[in-house]
């Protein structure tokens, strides 16, 4: 029976494991005015009148996802993508996210608040789930510098992404990128990188026309996945050179996810997102006698053609070296991609991912053995809620948070097809794709708004979010690590020691601190087998 279009419900969701990253539970979920309201066993509510019960017995009842990267109604390489901000959305929540991240990105030369404006309006109207905007940084000026801080101040945008590819278009220099990382660590947001070497891929591509390839495989041969690998290298190293937190989009391969993963465990404050993409399928596609079938899989970076591609960045986002997932959903039709029929560099960039994500990462993360129910919903909702400053209203089911939730069946399958899928596109790049894991049930903002295949919602009800900068998740580390720095710069920071030294003997250097001098005494220690032997006092040395 459908549900009453109501803007919220009081809903009780009985029975189901509740899953957040940290825990899973056996409880009951209530709902009312868009919050949950309460956690826990056996819950009654009162009145029972227009309480909507849901059954979630045998089923996970988990936070709605996020989508940390996607492309609506975006215009690019002579043409639109084809899923708008009500298609797109839509299919989101019948795949059980409830919240996009899309970008509003500004032509060279262009005002980002302008672009901003311009995404909003395109949005607003139509979204069937909430949403936010990164912004992208495709020049720089003080003049867009001054835009990033009045963003952040007064449009709710804590988050920045540079194009190192797309020469000509969106990429900028190393020393723009140095500029714009400076200025989000100053404003607290999150900078974002697109990670390839746009001179090489250039290049390249007039390398492979030069040789008569002109089909999809030409887009793969002239970025190279090594071409992915070294911008990686270089953004995180300007981030570190200013201690700013950076966040790599659609790591695609191998060789740029162990540059991440190396990063991190040097304790750099960078998050990798593989896409729905990479994880689920790989490049073998470009090199299809179908020239349909082959364009339908262009997109930058590219996908592999290496098969154990999607197994090597699952196995790395299972255990922390990669943070969250995206899609980078920006869908073409087969005419739409059939504008480089001739010429592989004219074939608009983007696939399809919105609505298929959440399935493609249990199938190939749960189901398959890699990652638990917990850290599935890590890396499908509460990481990007934690980064993008949104937890725990967001990416968590506790008292206060908003009610975006999801009933997921794990014993249920489904087949991922064009014909049946509701986005708007006529091509599934995982067309064929048996997938455990379906949600069966999407709460959106206290209401039911996707359940048994049927949908309860209209354009517009969804809303755009504000993100706060200063992410505790990203900037605690930083902020803490520019404290150590500026108190060892400090002369007024009290008497400090400062070891070094072998197994045998160590120096010990006290400084003795005064506003108009620093006196360091070296005394030597001498160490006898494990304890430590000293031939003068503590006090003595002090005085």
Not at 106 to 125: H, M, R, V, Y
Not at 269 to 296: C, F, M, Q, R
Request: net charge neutral; aromatic share 8%; hydrophobic share 40%.
């Amino acid at each position: 029976m459908p549900r009453e279009n109501l803007a919220q419900q009081r809903i009780l969701i009985k029975g189901g494991k509740v899953v957040n990253d940290d825990l899973s539970v056996v409880a009951d979920v209530y709902v009312e005015d868009g919050v949950v309201q309460q956690v826990g066993p056996n819950l009654n509510p009162e009145p029972l009148t227009g309480l909507v019960v849901l059954d979630a017995t045998n089923k996970l009842v988990i936070p709605g996802g996020i989508d940390t990267h996607t492309h609506m109604q975006f215009p690019f390489m002579g043409s639109t993508s084809k899923d708008d901000f009500y298609t797109g959305t839509k299919a989101a929540i019948a795949g059980g996210t409830t919240m996009i991240i899309d970008f509003a990105i500004p032509q060279k030369g262009c005002s980002l608040i302008e672009a901003f404006d311009t995404w909003k309006n395109w949005a607003d109207p139509k979204v069937c789930c909430d949403y936010a905007l990164h912004v992208a940084v495709t020049w720089w000026s003080s003049k867009v510098k001054e835009e990033m801080k009045s963003l952040v101040q007064n449009k709710g945008v804590n988050s920045f992404k540079m194009f190192m590819a797309y020469k000509d278009l969106y990429m900028v220099n190393d020393e723009e990128l140095y500029e714009a990382f400076s200025c989000c660590k100053e404003l607290g947001a999150v900078a974002q990188v697109h990670a390839e070497n746009g001179e090489l891929i250039a290049q390249g591509a007039k390398k492979m026309l030069a040789m008569g390839i002109t089909g999809p495989e030409g887009h793969e041969l002239c970025r190279p996945e090594e071409v992915e690998a070294e911008a990686t290298q270089r953004a995180i190293t300007i981030a570190n050179a200013v201690n700013c937190p950076l966040y790599v989009v659609h790591v695609m391969s191998k060789s740029a996810a162990r540059v991440i993963s190396n990063a991190r465990r040097e304790g750099k404050v960078v998050y990798g997102e593989p896409i729905a993409a990479s994880l689920g399928t790989d490049g073998t596609n470009y090199w299809s006698k179908d020239w349909a079938h082959a364009a339908a899989y262009v997109m930058g970076p590219p996908l592999r053609p290496d098969p154990s591609t999607p197994g090597f960045l699952m196995n790395l986002l299972a255990n922390d070296d990669l943070s969250v997932t995206g899609t980078d959903n920006c869908t073409f039709d087969i005419c739409q991609k059939a504008l480089g029929k001739d010429d592989f560099t004219k074939i608009p960039n983007g696939v399809n991912g919105v609505e298929d994500r959440m399935s493609v990462i249990w199938e190939k993360g749960v189901y398959s053995g890699k990652m638990d129910e917990n850290r599935f919903v890590a890396v499908t909702s509460t990481n990007a809620a934690k980064i993008f400053n949104l937890y725990p209203k967001k990416g968590k089911i506790a008292v206060g948070s908003d009610a975006d939730i999801v009933i997921w069946d794990p014993k249920a399958t489904r087949t991922i097809s064009a014909k049946t899928h509701h986005q708007a596109n006529n091509f599934n790049i995982f067309e064929g794709m048996v997938c455990h894991g379906v949600p069966v049930v999407t709460v959106s903002r206290g209401k039911v708004v996707y359940e048994g295949g049927a949908f309860n919602v209209t354009a517009g009800e969804g809303k755009y979010v504000s993100r706060p900068p200063f992410p505790p998740y990203v900037y605690e580390r930083v902020r803490q690590r520019e404290q150590i720095k500026a108190n060892e710069n400090d002369p007024a920071v009290p008497t400090k020691a400062v070891h070094s030294g072998s197994n045998n003997q160590s120096t010990i250097n006290f400084l003795r601190v005064n506003m108009k001098q620093q006196k360091p005494i070296n005394i030597k220690l001498g160490f006898l087998h494990k304890s430590c032997h000293c031939n003068l006092s503590l006090k003595e040395i002090l005085l």
